[in-house]
């Protein structure tokens, strides 16, 4: 099966900084690549797809990138509610794997 | 509007059973693979089976093969997951997902849509 790892484990970014989470898969994935979003309590939201497809009604701050191995999902300037915490996954084949996550807060 | 709901959550002891339910709403249901995703206390998500629309093809994760079963009533517009033989490893919140299926019978393996999930706590 397919291993996902994400760095880092958590941050603290202040409002307006630019933000970067990277995600690696133990082999290549293609683009087969999705970002979620969780709130404490909350469902996961779909952010991207497909690497770098933004979900519908996802603000354009958010933006994917990657193949392969390697991605990174980047929030170009931090807004209050985006304080969450982000998941890749793999969906190149069964069983789709999650990453371990990443938590976002503000300084 | 896509809608999940999920119901059926509880406690249960250690070798228990629980039938959870997930009634959509807002969007064909027949048309799309479902998926079961859970998430630990403090962990992360985890995925757990799916079942693509005509209720045909199934899979599972091995840690549940054998004492899960999803399956689907499409005049219904309900999925279900059957959970057998309970392990206190099992509790977590329960969450029913949509695959954004792009065509009847095909799994995309990604989920576009989701419950609010149901809570299932097993311990003596």
């Known amino acids: 099966d397919i291993q996902m790892t994400q760095s880092p484990s958590s941050l603290s970014a202040s409002e307006g900084d630019r933000v970067n989470i990277t995600c690696r898969a133990s082999q290549g994935i293609g683009h087969y690549l999705a970002w979620y979003q969780q709130n404490p309590g909350k469902p996961p939201r779909l952010l991207i797809y497909a690497a770098s497809s933004l979900q519908s009604g996802v603000p354009s701050r958010f933006s994917g990138s990657g193949y392969g191995t390697d991605f990174s999902l980047t929030i170009s300037s931090l807004q209050p509610e985006d304080v969450a915490t982000y998941y890749c996954?793999?969906?190149?084949?069964?069983?789709?794997?999650f990453g371990p996550g990443t938590k976002v807060d503000l300084k | 509007e896509v809608q999940l709901v999920e119901s059926g959550g509880g406690l249960v002891q250690p070798g228990g059973s629980l039938r959870l339910s997930c009634a959509a709403s807002?969007?064909?249901?027949?048309?799309?693979?479902m998926t079961w995703v859970r998430q630990a206390p403090g962990k992360g998500l985890e995925w757990v089976s799916t079942?693509?629309?005509?209720?045909?093809?199934?899979y599972y994760r091995d840690s549940v093969q054998g004492r899960f079963t999803i399956s689907r009533d499409n005049s219904k517009n309900t999925l279900y997951l059957q959970l057998n033989s309970l392990r206190v490893e099992d509790t977590a919140v329960y969450f029913c997902?949509?695959?954004?299926?792009?065509?009847?019978?095909?799994?995309?393996?990604?989920?576009?849509?989701w419950g609010q999930g149901a809570q299932v706590t097993v311990s003596s």
């Open positions: 996954q793999n969906y190149n084949s069964p069983p789709p794997a």
């Open positions: 807002g969007f064909t249901f027949d048309t799309h693979a």
């Open positions: 079942i693509i629309g005509s209720g045909g093809s199934i």
């Open positions: 997902a949509r695959d954004q299926s792009l065509a009847r019978g095909v799994i995309a393996w990604f989920s576009d849509s």
